[in-house]
């Protein structure tokens, strides 16, 4: 398959044939199943609210991204930093003049759409952190000057998102951060200085959460100290993993989501009502379609002939197995319940957003892979 190096030299069927067919398939398949759980989720209402919704901003959210390919890469290099400062004004636009949802002040109505500037942080923030690194010498990464610049520019939206407040949203931000800091050569004490100094500041966290993120520490930790309130949600999550068995109860039969036992299915909890349904076997094959899209996404990095697309397939893919480990490990009651949708299969329009642009950036660097950015 061609690549091929300057954006006026490529046809439309050039760049189409350019195109990485596996990962489109695999998108295309996890869109599919995402429509199939989420009808799941509206049975029971019979309202389909959920369902069309969702089906129909993976339809436009996967067109988009099909333009955002053909886009050469470049452009996304010299608008990385344009696209940041925009995410970060909305960021502080949500946190000051949002909507309040469930405690939290993080949403800006824009019609079409509520925007939830902190999902797409998540991918300014790597955006961002590829395009410094680009030019960054490797024997440059570890002095403190190019050491404080990208912190800086992490710790901004994390402390924005943590006053809206959302405690998960800003440790995903972090997480994605430091991914491409990693990815960049940091040195190792860096990282030790900066987890000591999380957990020294750890007690200061913790006196300023609001209660209900307090008490979804103390759930996590016992959730049988409040089984019909805090501990509800977690409790019922666990019961729907466990009584799918091997195979599932299969499809619309799942009990704890039929019958409304889980209050928030079509959201974070989506991974839940699949797992009942589908039971290991459907579990363990959705976990193989989400590993075969992170391992497309780093050969295509790998392919690519400049730093910039390199640290942002890299910083992404890594971002993508953070995503679905925290969903995961928290309707499994292994953490505590902290809002990480499931990446294209929660219902959300700012996460689906978000989703694809980033995947249209990666797909730009594949078509884009000899693309060299001076």
Same mark, same amino acid.
């Given at each position: 398959?061609?690549?091929? =190096?300057?954006?006026?030299?490529?046809?439309?069927?050039?760049?189409?044939?350019?195109?990485?067919?596996?990962?489109?398939?695999?998108?295309?398949?996890?869109?599919?199943?995402?429509?199939?759980?989420?009808?799941? @989720?509206?049975?029971?209402?019979?309202?389909?609210?959920?369902?069309?919704?969702? @089906?129909?901003?993976?339809? &436009?959210?996967?067109?988009?991204?099909? &333009?955002?390919?053909?886009?050469?890469?470049?452009?996304?290099?010299?608008?990385?930093?344009?696209?940041?400062?925009?995410?970060?004004?909305?960021?502080?636009?949500?946190?000051?003049?949002? =909507?309040?949802?469930?405690?939290?002040?993080?949403?800006?109505?824009?019609?079409?759409?509520? +925007?939830?500037?902190? !999902?797409?942080?998540?991918?300014?923030?790597?955006?961002?952190?590829?395009?410094?690194?680009?030019? &960054?010498?490797?024997?440059?990464?570890?002095?403190?000057?190019?050491?404080?610049?990208?912190?800086?520019? +992490?710790?901004?939206?994390?402390?924005?998102?943590?006053?809206?407040?959302?405690?998960?949203? =800003?440790?995903?931000?972090?997480?994605?951060?430091?991914?491409?800091?990693?990815?960049?050569?940091?040195?190792?004490?860096?990282?030790?200085?900066?987890?000591?100094?999380?957990?020294?500041?750890?007690?200061?966290?913790?006196?300023? +959460?609001?209660?209900?993120?307090? +008490?979804?520490?103390?759930?996590?930790?016992?959730?049988?100290?409040?089984?019909?309130?805090?501990?509800?949600?977690?409790?019922?999550?666990?019961?729907?993993?466990?009584?799918?068995?091997?195979?599932?109860?299969?499809?619309?039969?799942?009990?704890?989501?039929?019958?409304?036992?889980?209050?928030?299915?079509? @959201?974070?909890?989506?991974? @839940?009502?699949?797992? !009942?349904?589908?039971?290991?076997?459907?579990?363990?094959?959705?976990?193989?379609?989400?590993?075969?899209?992170?391992?497309?996404?780093?050969?295509?990095?790998?392919?690519?002939?400049?730093?910039?697309?390199?640290?942002?397939?890299?910083?992404?893919?890594?971002?993508?197995?953070?995503?679905?480990? &925290?969903?995961?490990?928290?309707?499994?009651?292994?953490?505590?319940?902290?809002?990480?949708?499931?990446?294209?299969?929660?219902?959300?329009? =700012?996460?689906?957003?978000?989703?694809?642009?980033?995947?249209?950036?990666?797909?730009?660097?594949?078509?884009?892979?000899?693309?060299?950015?001076?």
């Amino acid at each position: 398959m061609k690549n091929y =190096s300057s954006f006026g030299e490529i046809s439309f069927f050039q760049k189409v044939r350019s195109m990485d067919f596996y990962l489109l398939i695999s998108i295309i398949i996890l869109g599919a199943v995402s429509i199939v759980a989420m009808y799941s @989720t509206d049975i029971s209402d019979k309202d389909f609210y959920h369902s069309f919704n969702h @089906t129909l901003r993976f339809g &436009v959210f996967f067109g988009m991204m099909i &333009v955002m390919s053909f886009i050469n890469i470049k452009y996304y290099f010299s608008l990385s930093i344009l696209f940041y400062l925009l995410v970060l004004i909305l960021l502080i636009a949500a946190t000051f003049f949002g =909507s309040t949802v469930s405690g939290s002040q993080r949403w800006i109505s824009l019609y079409f759409i509520n +925007l939830q500037p902190s !999902e797409l942080m998540k991918i300014a923030i790597i955006i961002f952190l590829a395009r410094y690194y680009h030019r &960054v010498q490797p024997d440059a990464v570890n002095s403190i000057k190019k050491f404080i610049i990208p912190f800086v520019i +992490l710790i901004i939206p994390i402390l924005l998102v943590l006053s809206q407040p959302d405690l998960g949203t =800003s440790v995903l931000i972090a997480l994605s951060g430091f991914a491409v800091i990693w990815l960049a050569g940091i040195n190792i004490k860096y990282i030790i200085y900066s987890f000591l100094a999380l957990v020294i500041s750890f007690p200061f966290v913790i006196s300023i +959460l609001k209660p209900y993120q307090k +008490l979804r520490i103390l759930t996590f930790i016992n959730p049988d100290r409040d089984p019909l309130g805090a501990g509800y949600q977690i409790i019922q999550s666990k019961i729907a993993v466990g009584s799918g068995g091997l195979t599932g109860k299969g499809y619309l039969k799942g009990t704890q989501g039929y019958l409304d036992f889980l209050p928030e299915k079509h @959201t974070d909890f989506i991974f @839940t009502l699949f797992s !009942e349904e589908f039971g290991f076997v459907g579990s363990v094959l959705l976990l193989l379609l989400y590993a075969f899209i992170i391992i497309r996404i780093l050969i295509i990095g790998s392919n690519s002939r400049n730093y910039f697309g390199k640290f942002f397939c890299y910083g992404f893919a890594i971002s993508i197995f953070f995503y679905i480990s &925290v969903n995961m490990l928290m309707v499994l009651g292994m953490l505590p319940i902290v809002g990480s949708p499931l990446p294209i299969m929660s219902y959300g329009g =700012s996460s689906m957003l978000s989703m694809m642009i980033a995947l249209g950036v990666v797909m730009s660097t594949r078509i884009y892979s000899r693309e060299i950015i001076n």
